[in-house]
């Protein structure tokens, strides 16, 4: 990962890296044993790399922000419970009102976080940053559960 997507995603998420709320996402673990936020970093560093790789020519804020807040349901959801069951078709929508809640989020960033799931969320993205983010987040995913084969970041 380049030193300028590193910095970049810094500078356009700055106010949720340094928020508090944001920080609790360190004590969830999304796959295997990354925590939610490592996770949510590592999208938005692909995900910038592809808008640029591709020369897209995304809205590359919104493109960070939603990256970042894409998994902010602030839950551990291996704890079993029953509506944990559904966490991959309900999260998209928590993590989305927890965001609006505390943060100040575009409608184009609303769209990122509500359709990364597609397809378990039934409306495709209709926008390129949210396209992105969505193959982003299925890349990173696999990945990271598939244990060893992504140490970077």
């Not at 894409?70 to 944990?84: C, G, P, R």
């Not at 989020?105 to 597609?118: C, P």
């Not at 193959?135 to 140490?151: F, P, Q, R, V, W």
């Amino acid at each position: 990962m380049s030193l300028k997507i590193k910095r970049d995603v810094h500078e356009y998420g700055k106010e949720i890296l340094k928020c508090e709320k944001y920080q609790a996402l360190d004590t969830f673990i999304q796959h295997g044993n990354i925590s939610c936020k490592k996770h949510s970093i590592r999208v938005a560093h692909i995900s910038l790399s592809i808008n640029r790789f591709l020369k897209l020519n995304c809205n590359e804020k919104s493109l960070v922000r939603g990256a970042l807040l894409h998994d902010y349901f602030l839950y551990d959801w291996h704890i079993k419970e029953k509506w944990h069951n559904w966490h991959g078709f309900r999260h998209p929508k928590i993590a989305m009102k927890n965001a609006i809640r505390d943060f100040a989020v575009t409608e184009l960033e609303q769209d990122i976080i509500k359709k990364h799931m597609w397809p378990l969320t039934i409306i495709p993205p209709r926008r390129r940053e949210s396209w992105i983010v969505s193959i982003a987040d299925k890349y990173c995913s696999t990945m990271e559960t598939i244990k060893g084969l992504y140490n970077a970041v």
